[in-house]
Nanobody, 121 residues
Framework: QVQLVESGGGLVQPGGSLRLSCAASGSVSSINVMGWYRQAPEKPRELVATMITGGSITYADSVKGRFTISRDNAKNTVSLQMNSLKPEDTAVYYC???????????????WGQGTQITVSS
């Protein structure tokens, strides 16, 4: 099994910054994609940013220019630097990873437990 553990959420004032981190552990053979999604109350989960191994990055339009995703492939980690935060960024943020399970032909699609980010004065 593959587990994802997130860290770095919290309360921040508008205009502030936060950094989220996520580490994958367990039976990981390879990871194809790591990224971040978020879900605000009474809204569907949405993509924030993803990064394919090899470098291709996708950002939601709402975070372009403010958020930066990065990965450490050797450590199976992904981070999200969030600057110029707005109240509408308030949500539970989830880490996601997809790849292959060690010693098998099976793939995994794992989610972290979620971390709350609240942007408020």
């Amino acid at each position: 099994q593959v587990q994802l553990v997130e860290s770095g959420g919290g309360l921040v004032q508008p205009g502030g910054s936060l950094r989220l981190s996520c580490a994958a552990s367990g039976s990981v053979s390879s990871i194809n994609v790591m990224g971040w999604y978020r879900q605000a109350p009474e809204k569907p989960r949405e993509l924030v940013a993803t990064m394919i191994t090899g470098g291709s990055i996708t950002y939601a339009d709402s975070v372009k220019g403010r958020f930066t995703i990065s990965r450490d492939n050797a450590k199976n980690t992904v981070s999200l630097q969030m600057n110029s935060l707005k109240p509408e960024d308030t949500a539970v943020y989830y880490c996601n990873a997809r790849g292959r399970i060690r010693f098998s032909m099976y793939e995994f699609d794992s989610w972290g437990q979620g971390t709350q980010i609240t942007v408020s004065s």
